[in-house]
């Protein structure tokens, strides 16, 4: 090639570059405003978990957790309200149940520091997504079983959560 052709082949694949650049850009960040409005519940969030007093609804402590929920409707999270070395992370369901609401269950196993397993955790929240499609609020019933499926605690909490992005 020569030195002119060069020129312009390296001017037009600069140019090309730039409106490539600035597409994706445009792109991604229309494609990530559409899936935070139009997905519902669908991908990963940040929660803070407060655990409340049953009767009064006085708020007992407060804690952070993950939580992906899946197209298909599975759901996984993990928490700092419990050691990962005593817990599994807990894995579990969601579906819309009306327009903004979602209902979640998901259950953890937790264990002894010896290793023994000796209850299970089975949390079922009721979720609401307000305006910001990127924030929601629920309510969790706890219930905790011990290793022969019989019911010896529950307990109530409350979340705000926002998306992961």
């Known amino acids: 090639m020569t030195s002119r052709n060069l020129k312009r082949f390296a001017a037009s694949r600069g140019t090309a570059a730039l409106v490539l650049a600035g597409m994706l850009v445009l792109g991604s960040g229309l494609t990530a405003r559409a899936q935070s409005k139009d997905a519902g519940l669908e991908g990963t969030w940040r929660l803070q978990i407060t655990v409340r007093d049953c009767q009064t609804g006085q708020a007992l402590r407060t804690f952070p957790a ?9 759901l996984t999270a993990t928490t700092a309200g419990q050691l990962p070395s005593l817990s599994t992370p807990n894995l579990g369901l969601w579906r819309r149940t009306d327009g903004h609401t979602y209902s979640a269950v998901s259950e953890a196993f937790i264990f002894s520091p010896a290793g023994a397993w000796t209850q299970t955790h089975r949390l079922a929240r009721v979720i609401e997504i307000g305006n910001d499609a990127n924030e929601f609020t629920d309510t969790v019933a706890l219930q905790i079983f011990d290793t022969n499926g019989n019911l010896i605690v529950t307990g109530c909490a409350t979340s705000v959560a926002s998306r992961f992005e």
């Open 66 to 74: 993950l939580f992906a929920f899946a197209k298909g409707g599975t």
